[in-house]
C-alpha cells in the first residue's frame, strides 16, 4: 500500500512537504487531481499517480495546466473534491480559466496549489504568485512547515466549499522540498461521482451572466475578509512593542532569530497564513500596539502595501518598513542569518553574528555547472545541427526542459529561452524580422503543452525556419512523467492512447518532415542538412529515449567505451560534446565507464578512431 494511503489516525512519519500536501488532500477526501508537472511541486502530482493505481483517486498528467484546471474545474462543479498542481509559472498557462472561473465558482471544494520558485532553482522567473490572489480576487493560504502544509490543504478544501469559490495554495520551494515529522489524520471517504446541474444563467460566462457573477465575487471577497480576520492561520506570538509580521517560510526563520537573540519580550510576531484577503482589522490591531514594525515576506513587497495602506485608513504614523537598501531584497530566498542581521539592525539590538567556519586548510570545492547527462541525446542533436549548419548565420530558439541546457559551451546551441512553447511563436518572428537561418528546439512535452500553436502559425503563415523536436518519449526535466506520446504500458498502465508526433505534425500540414536516431551523426547530419535547406516550415524529429528513462525501464544496453592508445590528444570529445562522463588524468582524455551508457557519439566523432568499446571481463 502507498504510504500515504494508510488508514492509520496518529501515525507519524517523516515526509516531504510535497508528500505532507499530497496526504493532506488524501485525508480531505480529493477525488479528482490533475497538473501539468513543474519543479518544486513535482512531487504532489508524483504520489496522486501513483495513488491512483492503487485506489479510486482519479489523476491525470494534462497536457499543459490550463487544460489541468479546466479538468479539476469541471469536476468541482459536478460536486466532487478536486485539486490542480502546478508551479509558478504554470499559472500563467492557467490564468485564463482562472479569472473567469473565480466568477463562476464551483460547488465542491477546488484547491490550486501554486509552487513558487525563488532563487529559481528551476525556473526562469521568480515571480510571486500572490499578486493572483488579488487578481482574481481568491482566498490566498500560505503553510509555514511542512507539518501545517498537511493540514492546510484540508482547510483550503472547506474555505473553497464555504465561499464555492476556487482557493489558491500558495508554497515556495523551502515548504515543498524540506522534511519534517507529519502526524497522519484521518480519512475521510472519498466522493468519486458526482452530477452537474445545468444553471446557464451561473455557469455561462457571457456578459450578461459575468456582470452578475462579478457582483457575486465582490460578495466572496468580503465573506474571505471576515474568515482571514477570525483564521486560526493568523496569529500573534511574543510580547513587546516592536513587531514583526511575516508569512511563509519566513515564519520559522523569524522564530529561530527571536530565540537566538533572546528578543521574544521585546517582539512580537503576526504570522499570516491566510494571505488573501489579508486580515485588516487584526492587523489594524496589531500595529496600533507597536512602535515600529517590520514585514518580512519573499518575494514582493505585497504584505508591506497592505499594511501601510492599513496604516494610513487608521491615521497611524509608526515606521513600516520590508524591502529596502539595508534590508530585504525582492530578490532570492531568505535564510536566518539575513533575517536575524536585518531584526538586529532594525530594532537596534545587539547580535553578534557566528564566525565563519574558518576554511582554510580545505581545498576549494571545483565548481559544477548543471550539464545534460552523459549519453544524452540531445548533446547528439545539437552536434549534428551545429555541422549541418556550419557557415550559416543562424539563431537557435530554445523552450523549457533540459534540452535549455544546451545554451552552455561548448554546444552553445541556445539563443533565446521565453516560456513553455515560445520556441515555435519567437521563431515565426525571427524569420519575419532577419535574414538569419532559424533553427528552433523543443522537447515532446512542451511540444505537446504550447508548441503545437506556433507551428500551426507558422504554417498558415508560410514562415521559414527549422524545428527540431527533441522526442526523448517522457518528461524528462522534472522526473520522467508521462505526456501524451509515451507508451504507458511501459510503465504498466493500460486504457491509454498515445500521440505519434509525427503523424501530428505531418496533418498540421507541414511539408518537410523527418525522424533521425541522434546517436547516428552522420546520418543524422545528413538528414539536418536537407531540412535547413527546404524553404518554408521543415520539422526534424530526433526520436530517442531519455538515458536515466531507459536505464529505469532496464532498456539501456551493457555497453561502455574507452580511449584507446590511438588518441593524439586533440580533444575533439571534449570540447566538441563535453560528455560528462569524460576526464582528464595524467593530461589524457579518459572515460568513466560507469557513467558512459555507450551511445557512440564521441567514437564518431573522434579524427583517429580513437574511442572503442570496452570489451566485457
Do not use: W
Request: hydrophobic content about 40%; charged content about 20%; glycine content about 6%.
Amino acid at each position: 500500500m502507498h504510504k500515504l494511503l494508510m488508514d492509520s489516525p496518529g501515525r507519524k512519519a517523516l515526509l516531504l512537504g510535497n508528500d505532507a500536501i499530497a496526504r493532506g488532500a488524501i485525508e480531505a477526501g480529493v477525488a479528482v487531481t490533475s497538473t501539468y508537472p513543474g519543479t518544486p511541486s513535482s512531487e504532489v502530482s508524483l504520489n496522486f499517480f501513483h495513488i491512483s493505481k492503487e485506489s479510486d483517486l482519479y489523476f491525470e498528467y494534462s497536457v499543459n495546466e490550463k487544460v489541468a484546471l479546466e479538468v479539476a474545474a469541471a469536476s468541482a462543479n459536478s460536486g466532487l473534491r478536486s485539486m490542480c498542481v502546478m508551479k509558478h509559472v504554470g499559472l500563467n498557462v492557467a490564468s485564463d480559466v482562472l479569472m473567469t472561473l473565480a466568477y463562476i465558482g464551483v460547488k465542491a471544494g477546488l484547491v490550486i496549489l501554486t509552487a513558487d520558485d525563488p532563487l529559481m532553482f528551476s525556473s526562469q522567473n521568480e515571480q510571486d504568485n500572490r499578486y493572483y490572489g488579488k487578481l482574481s480576487g481568491l482566498t490566498v493560504l500560505e503553510p509555514s512547515s511542512v507539518e501545517e502544509a498537511k493540514e492546510m490543504v484540508k482547510t483550503a478544501f472547506e474555505i473553497s466549499e464555504t465561499l464555492q469559490e476556487p482557493v489558491l495554495f500558495r508554497t515556495t520551494t523551502r515548504i515543498n522540498h524540506s522534511t519534517a515529522v507529519v502526524t497522519y489524520g484521518e480519512l475521510q471517504p472519498r466522493k468519486t461521482k458526482g452530477y452537474f446541474v445545468k444553471d446557464p444563467a451561473n455557469m455561462v460566462a457571457v456578459p450578461a451572466v459575468s456582470r452578475k457573477l462579478h457582483v457575486k465575487l465582490l460578495e466572496n471577497i468580503k465573506k474571505a475578509e471576515s474568515l482571514a480576520n477570525e483564521s486560526p492561520y493568523n496569529f500573534i506570538t511574543g510580547n513587546g512593542n516592536l513587531g514583526i509580521i511575516c508569512n511563509g517560510v519566513s515564519f520559522g526563520y523569524v522564530t529561530d532569530a527571536l530565540d537566538e537573540m533572546g528578543a521574544g519580550d521585546q517582539i512580537k510576531v503576526l504570522r499570516i497564513g491566510f494571505s488573501n484577503p489579508m486580515p485588516d482589522q487584526m492587523i489594524k490591531t496589531f500595529l496600533k500596539t507597536c512602535d515600529r514594525v517590520l514585514v518580512i515576506e519573499e518575494g514582493e513587497p505585497v504584505m508591506e502595501e497592505a499594511v501601510k495602506a492599513f496604516a494610513q485608513e487608521e491615521k497611524l504614523i509608526l515606521p513600516i518598513n520590508g524591502k529596502g537598501e539595508n534590508l530585504f531584497s525582492q530578490l532570492y530566498e531568505y535564510d536566518p542569518a539575513l533575517v536575524k542581521r536585518c531584526i538586529a539592525s532594525y530594532f537596534d539590538l545587539p547580535y553578534t553574528p557566528k564566525l565563519p567556519t574558518d576554511l582554510t586548510d580545505v581545498p576549494e570545492i571545483p565548481v559544477r555547472p548543471p550539464t545534460l547527462c552523459a549519453g544524452c541525446s540531445h548533446r547528439s542533436t545539437y552536434y549534428a545541427v551545429k555541422k549541418a549548419a556550419e557557415g550559416m548565420d543562424t539563431i537557435y530558439p530554445s523552450d523549457i526542459g533540459c534540452y535549455t541546457l544546451g545554451y552552455l559551451p561548448p554546444l552553445s546551441m541556445t539563443d533565446f529561452v521565453i516560456c513553455m512553447g515560445a520556441s515555435t511563436g519567437t521563431s515565426c518572428g525571427f524569420s519575419v524580422a532577419t535574414d538569419q537561418k532559424v533553427i528552433s528546439f523543443i522537447g515532446d512535452s512542451t511540444f505537446f503543452h504550447t508548441g503545437i500553436s506556433g507551428l500551426i502559425n507558422a504554417v498558415f503563415n508560410n514562415h521559414n525556419f527549422t524545428l527540431v523536436i527533441l522526442d526523448n518519449r517522457t518528461t524528462a526535466m522534472t522526473g520522467h512523467q508521462p505526456n501524451p506520446g509515451v507508451d504507458m504500458s511501459e510503465l504498466s498502465f493500460d486504457g491509454y492512447g498515445q500521440i505519434q508526433i509525427e503523424d501530428l505534425v505531418k496533418s498540421l500540414g507541414v511539408q518537410h518532415v523527418s525522424v533521425i536516431n541522434p546517436y547516428n551523426i552522420r546520418k543524422s547530419i545528413e538528414t539536418v542538412k536537407t531540412a535547413l535547406e527546404f524553404k518554408g516550415v521543415s520539422v526534424i524529429i530526433a526520436k530517442k529515449k531519455c538515458t536515466l528513462y531507459a536505464a529505469s525501464l532496464k532498456q539501456l544496453k551493457d555497453r561502455a567505451f574507452y580511449v584507446s592508445d590511438k588518441c593524439v590528444n586533440h580533444r575533439t570529445c571534449i570540447n566538441e560534446i563535453a560528455c560528462p562522463a569524460f576526464y582528464i588524468d595524467n593530461d589524457r582524455v579518459q572515460i568513466n565507464p560507469d557513467m558512459c551508457v555507450g551511445c557512440a557519439t564521441c567514437s564518431q566523432i573522434c579524427p583517429e578512431k580513437a574511442i572503442l568499446p570496452l570489451k566485457k571481463q
